[in-house]
């Protein structure tokens, strides 16, 4: 729950409150969206010290070019001073409120606005001290604003243009109060433009010519609004594609990454109800039930979660759809949503697959004296529907029909004939291409619940 401030906050404050919240509550929700910021935090963060580095370098070779004396070590002194500083705004970057960078970044604009008002202390002669406005040194805190953009969020960077209002607006106070003034500047520009009252006020030495300074303030607030909205927008597309991340990150889960590519692409009702000819394989866990009873819940839960893995290897590798977990089982489909004339070949393969992977899981496993895994799988192939099914709030694709009833009844006869696999003869002719090598044939094998018998093979 998000804390509430001691004071009610001004409208647009409670805005950029709210709009915050709502980010951290979608990140929360979305671990993909989390990593995202924190990876576009952190390479913006290192693009714009590099950018930053570079740009107060080529500002050093210029103030030598423009200022060839002496006293032009003062600031390049100052410039490495930043390039070390932003350096370390890097280093103890973090994702999130950091009351850390939020101080290096102060102390930064602080810096810079000491440096651009304040004359040098090695110049040769004595000027008025707010004459140092005529360098116009403003310019460079858009680039350290061009520069935050890369580097911090929205909010920060809003949060750096309201620091260069007051820090700007602070200083122009200091020095209009305490800035050393030389009168005698300000009598001879009043006689050498006498006559001409304007260029004698703009060319008045004393002059902080406050109305420039605050329009540069209030500019630079300005400029700092824009690129956080720009920031925002970008962060709302970095939030969708994200979300558009998840979503395919879900359907990877069900199908293998070729199939996922596709359904992304896809304009069309995949819920659409609708028949088709699929594969349909089930596989289960032989002892399950025993296992789970002489074994602690934690070996359990590891045993289940190296099984899943060969079997979701083996079906999303020959093409297939994880449709369901079932306990200890799963039911996989060949040629959903789209079927190819290759998915009888892929079920019976995936089963094959099956068979050799827990083989050599079984070998690992005797050799550091665990009990071995069995499984059972059966495979059928024939039309089933598929679909949407459920109520508008609660939605589920499935695959439904006597396909499916069969491909189960399958898996549950191996029990009888003490056998891996069974399969139906509608899948080896399908498939085709000697893939009965592997299996021997069972004429008129009868299934529980069905009444006509059907040829299997078995393996």
Not at 117 to 138: K, Q, S
Not at 167 to 179: E, K, P, R
Not at 360 to 385: D, Q, W
């Amino acid at each position: 729950m998000a804390n509430n401030p001691p004071f009610p906050l001004p409208p647009f404050m409670e805005n950029l409150r709210n709009m915050r919240e709502r980010e951290l509550e979608q990140a929360a929700r979305n671990p993909l969206l989390a990593q995202a910021l924190e990876t576009e935090k952190r390479e913006g963060h290192r693009l714009a010290i590099i950018a930053r580095t570079i740009a107060l370098t080529v500002v050093m070779g210029l103030l030598v070019f423009v200022n060839p004396r002496w006293n032009v070590l003062f600031y390049e002194f100052i410039l490495l001073g930043f390039i070390a500083l932003g350096w370390l705004q890097l280093r103890m970057a973090t994702v999130g409120r950091s009351g850390i960078e939020l101080f290096l970044i102060a102390l930064d604009l602080a810096m810079l606005t000491l440096v651009i008002i304040l004359p040098n202390p090695f110049l040769d002669e004595v000027i008025p001290t707010v004459f140092t406005y005529r360098f116009d040194g403003f310019v460079f805190f858009f680039v350290i604003l061009s520069v935050g953009t890369l580097a911090y969020s929205w909010r920060t960077v809003w949060t750096m243009g309201t620091m260069i209002f007051m820090f700007w607006l602070v200083g122009l106070a200091a020095m209009n109060l305490f800035g050393t003034t030389i009168p005698e500047l300000s009598a001879a520009a009043a006689k050498a433009f006498a006559g001409h009252e304007i260029v004698a006020v703009e060319l008045d030495p004393n002059s902080a010519q406050s109305v420039y300074r605050i329009q540069e303030a209030v500019v630079a607030l300005m400029v700092a609004a824009i690129l956080g909205l720009k920031g925002y927008r970008s962060n709302q597309l970095l939030i969708r594609q994200s979300e558009i991340a998840a979503e395919r990150q879900n359907l990877s889960r069900y199908f293998p990454s070729s199939m996922v590519d596709v359904l992304a692409a896809s304009n069309r009702d995949l819920g659409a109800v609708r028949s088709q000819d699929v594969g349909v394989l089930f596989t289960d866990i032989v002892g399950f039930t025993q296992f789970a009873e002489d074994h602690t819940p934690e070996e359990v839960m590891e045993f289940l979660r190296d099984y899943h893995a060969i079997v979701e290897r083996a079906i999303f590798q020959n093409k297939g759809t994880l449709d369901k977990y079932l306990g200890d089982g799963v039911m996989a489909t060949f040629g959903t949503p789209d079927p190819t004339p290759e998915d009888a070949a892929n079920s019976l393969r995936a089963a094959q697959q099956i068979i050799e992977d827990v083989d050599a899981f079984n070998a690992e496993r005797s050799a550091h004296g665990k009990p071995s895994l069995k499984v059972s799988i059966g495979v059928h192939f024939g039309p089933v529907i598929l679909g949407d099914i459920g109520p508008a709030r609660r939605l589920e694709f499935a695959v439904l029909g006597d396909t499916v009833n069969v491909a189960s009844r399958l898996e549950a006869t191996t029990r009888e004939l003490d056998c891996q696999c069974v399969v139906s003869d509608s899948v080896v002719q399908k498939a085709g291409n000697g893939s009965q090598d592997t299996f021997k044939l069972h004429k008129g094998q009868r299934l529980r619940g069905r009444q006509n018998p059907i040829d299997i093979w078995v393996v």
